[in-house]
Every structure is written in structure tokens, then in C-alpha cells.
């Protein structure tokens, strides 16, 4: 059990979270004159790393959406052109 990456919910009545098995694990919340969780729940398998150092997903305020962040498996190439006005001057 346990987990990283921890979110709330835009009204704070649910937190999300990695699990260590790199499952997006939910748990409904209720703060008032006591505190009560319920049971955490899964929602859905990602290829997430639980151990990222890094924040790698973002919940919307409703809790209905998420925007998750990993590796396509796809490289690609960047392209740095150095002293570009120059070049726009000789197309003149």
C-alpha cells in the first residue's frame, strides 16, 4: 500500500494518487468536526512511474478528468537555428 504524487480535488473531497503499482488510486475525503477517508479505491491502470521525482499527471477541478504524462517511445528531433535574423535579411 502507499503511494506518491498525491492531488485534491478542486472542492478537496477527494484525493488522488500513484499507487506503487503505478495504479491511479482515489479516496473520497470528508473533512468537518471529524476526518474521515474511506477506502481507497483503483481507477485505472497508467504506465506512470511511481517513483518519478516528478509531478507526471494533472486531475481537473471535477475529479472526472486527467491529464497524464509519460514517454511516447517515439524520438524526435529539435531543430536550433542560431542567428536567424541574419537569414531573414538575405530573403529580403
Known amino acids: 500500500m502507499g503511494g506518491t504524487q498525491p492531488r485534491w480535488r478542486g472542492d478537496d473531497g477527494e484525493l488522488f494518487y500513484v499507487g506503487l503499482d ?12 471529524t476526518f474521515e ?9 497508467t504506465s506512470l512511474d511511481p517513483l518519478a521525482l ?3 499527471y494533472a486531475v481537473a477541478p471535477d475529479g ?5 504524462q509519460f514517454p511516447s517511445g517515439v524520438a524526435s528531433a529539435l531543430t536550433v537555428v542560431l ?4 537569414l531573414l535579411q538575405r530573403s529580403r
Open 54 to 56: 516528478r509531478q507526471s
Open 83 to 86: 542567428n536567424w535574423p541574419a
Open 22 to 33: 503505478a495504479k491511479l488510486m482515489s479516496v473520497s475525503v470528508r473533512a468537518g468536526q
Open 37 to 45: 477517508i474511506q477506502a481507497p479505491r483503483a481507477l485505472f491502470d
Open 64 to 68: 472526472k478528468r486527467f491529464l497524464l
